[in-house]
DNA sequence: CCCTAAGGATTGTTCAACAATTCTTCAATA
DNA sequence: TATTGAAGAATTGTTGAACAATCCTTAGGG
């Protein structure tokens, strides 16, 4: 995109320049966005401790140990802790500080009458089916495959929660993205509560392939049919597994 | 609910007590919950404010002023602030400030797109359709005539919103009911900043009837397919009359 | 008319303190 | 022994003042 454009008409001289000065500086907000805040970095540690479970559902986060471990301020923290309150991540019990949610399945089964609800109906209505999300959907499949294949249970994980986001994101819409992304991450304290297993996600690599395949011949709704089908299978299976563990 | 039960074994005797009291506990928490912090009560004044549209789109809050008016400090105001922008109500430009969200159509057309998602789907496929919420349906129904009948215009919004909300509690997921909750707030914002005609929402009346008739006789995809269209001439008319209004 | 620099205003952040509340300890008591 | 109660410690909720960083305004200088 043409940064520089100086055979602008002389006459009146300043339009292209405005054009280019908006663009650079809405750059740079952006930029700016990504550094963002202390508040903002400290979420995003505590978030990222907790996602990645080395923060267990129900640990306590001392308010003064925690701000000091991140060099920032009590404030400060505490204004990163209403985030991921508000993400429900994190649980404030008044006047006895902030918790690790512990999430019980009752939360189980809400976050799959959501999936079962959006993920489904993205499939079969989302306004947003252009060639490149689809095959952003087709792209996670194989990356499942292949952590498979070389017995990368984790990166198995990391890809289904890709095929589902992809999924998602064919309805075209911020929104439901940002929503599913805070799904994920409840999905995400549900496994470590009960102790996933290794190799949990390995049986669904070929449900998600089906799916994919079904999109890319155009059969939407047989797609959000059989996906359907394995959400409800999926939360079964977790929901048993999570009263055993947890 | 008997919350006295003197008939226990003696046996063991303590298994009874354990749960009334932890019952009197949870019911004591959400006591406080509710009065909570002196930031939440911050937090809902403003937002208050905000969608009964006494601060509109764009207006600036600064920090040391609005924390004075609202007598707290500028630290809790600021925590106050933090829920307010994850509720996308604010927006936080860095080292400007927060302000008033100001949608743009493409705000509007991004909550469509997940109302359309959304609604028909808890209509069609969901799985907490109790007697108590489809009578709930048909209350905000007669709720919106009656105030349609009296000319209370302002009364027939809320019907409205209330219409809405109600047909998403039949998916039965409190999830789902929060994001609701928050994207009726920015439609209130839209409304707000397009000047909303005072009978902006009568003509919607009859189709919300339509649809909970459908709905009560058990039509669950008629009802589904009626919204759908309906939710869609919606967007349609709003986008519209925001172009020239805003 | 455009550019620049000084000055003022606001935000981002820290620190120290204090009241309110919860948790802990530990002795006294039935 | 198990329960009660109260003193004391620890943590949260909240405040006020301060300071650097950044943004906005405005007045000159080219």
């Known amino acids: 995109m043409g940064t520089t454009d100086p055979a602008s008409p002389m006459g009146r001289g300043h339009t292209d320049l405005d054009v280019v000065l908006d663009e650079v500086l809405a750059a740079r907000r952006a930029e700016r966005t990504v550094m963002s805040t202390s508040a903002d970095r400290a979420a995003r540690v505590v978030r990222e401790q907790v996602v990645e479970g080395h923060l267990r559902s129900g640990t306590r986060l001392p308010e003064e140990r925690l701000a000091a471990a991140l060099g920032v301020s009590r404030n400060t923290l505490r204004e990163a802790l ?22 019980e399945v009752a939360d189980v089964e809400d976050v799959y009458r959501v999936r079962r609800l959006v993920e489904p109906a993205a499939l079969a209505h989302g306004t947003g089916h252009t060639p490149a999300r689809v095959a952003a959907v087709a792209a996670a499949v194989t990356e499942g495959r292949e952590a498979g294949a070389r017995g990368d249970w984790d990166a198995v994980a990391s890809a289904n929660q890709h095929f589902h986001r992809a999924v998602v994101a064919l309805a075209g819409s911020p929104r439901l993205d940002a929503q599913m992304h805070l799904l994920l991450a409840e999905m995400r304290l549900f496994f470590h509560q009960m102790g996933e297993p290794r190799r949990f996600h390995q049986p669904y690599l070929e449900e998600n392939a089906t799916i994919a395949d079904l999109l890319g011949a155009g059969d939407r709704q047989g797609a959000a049919d059989r996906l359907d ?15 055993d563990r947890a």
């Open 229 to 243: 089908t394995y959400l409800t299978a999926a939360q079964t299976q977790l929901v048993a597994a999570f009263r």
């Open 82 to 103: 209403s985030q991921l309150v508000a993400e429900r991540i994190l649980v404030r019990e008044p006047h006895r500080g902030v918790v690790v949610a512990t999430p």
